[in-house]
């Protein structure tokens, strides 16, 4: 199995940009979420979606966009890329809410 | 909520000493949690995890204890080894994973 597998691996993106991050999950996981990590700051999380068709925002939700079409698909979109959002970005998915979340191996994005 | 945070941002220990690495949370609701190793360039791995019914669980060379009257948690590697330096992140789980800062281990050989 791939588990969650994020592209791409890396991104520069300038100030105003607009881009999608994807994210792809062969488990059958009902649960994914998007987090942003910045030094000292932590995994936060920005939104998650509880299965197709359901998502919500997290902690940091502004400035993104989610959609859960399929249970596999879980993109990131960023609406008007600006420095404060780089970062470098996790995606992950569970079984459930509260089972065992696997990660991707994340996107480092930079805004210039 | 929850909050979580990691008792040391940084802790160095020599190789095949065990390591203790200590984390705090606010809710006592929170009913799951999870330790994740983190190393250069990756994503969080899973090391193991443990629901509020326990208070130990046992894995290789890890250990997991979770207090639930002072809301701690710990977890400890036994004989550390090189390949163990990484950011070690506990979560809490009610609902939604809330993580913690990580705490960086590095092994002195």
């Known amino acids: 199995n791939a588990g969650v597998t994020q592209t791409p691996k890396f991104q520069v993106l300038k100030t105003g940009q607009s881009m999608t991050l994807q994210c792809a999950q062969d488990?059958?996981?009902?649960?994914m979420s998007w987090y942003r990590q910045d030094p000292g700051m932590g995994l936060r999380l920005i939104h998650y979606s509880v299965g197709a068709g359901i998502t919500d925002q997290g902690e940091v939700p502004n400035g993104y966009n989610v959609s859960r079409s399929t249970t596999e698909d879980f993109p990131l979109r960023l609406l008007s890329a600006a420095p404060s959002q780089t970062s470098v970005y996790f995606c992950?998915?569970?079984?459930?809410?509260?089972?065992?979340?696997?990660f991707g191996q994340g996107t480092r994005l930079t805004v210039v | 909520g929850e909050s979580v945070g990691l008792h040391l941002p940084t802790l160095s220990v020599q190789e095949g000493d065990n390591s203790i690495i200590n984390c705090a949370y606010s809710?006592?609701?929170?009913?799951?949690f999870i330790w994740y190793k983190q190393e250069s360039g990756k994503g969080p791995q899973f090391i193991i995890d443990i629901r509020s019914n326990m208070d130990k669980r046992q894995g290789q060379r890890v250990t997991v204890l979770l207090n639930k009257t002072v809301k701690h948690l710990s977890l400890q590697i036994a004989a550390t080894q090189p390949g163990d330096s990484a950011v070690y992140f506990c979560?809490?789980?009610?609902?939604?994973?809330?993580f913690g800062t990580g705490t960086s281990l590095t092994v002195i050989p």
């Open positions: 992950a998915s569970s079984y459930q809410t509260d089972t065992e979340a696997f």
């Open positions: 488990m059958n996981h009902e649960y």
């Open positions: 979560a809490a789980v009610r609902g939604q994973f809330y």
């Open positions: 809710n006592s609701a929170s009913d799951y």
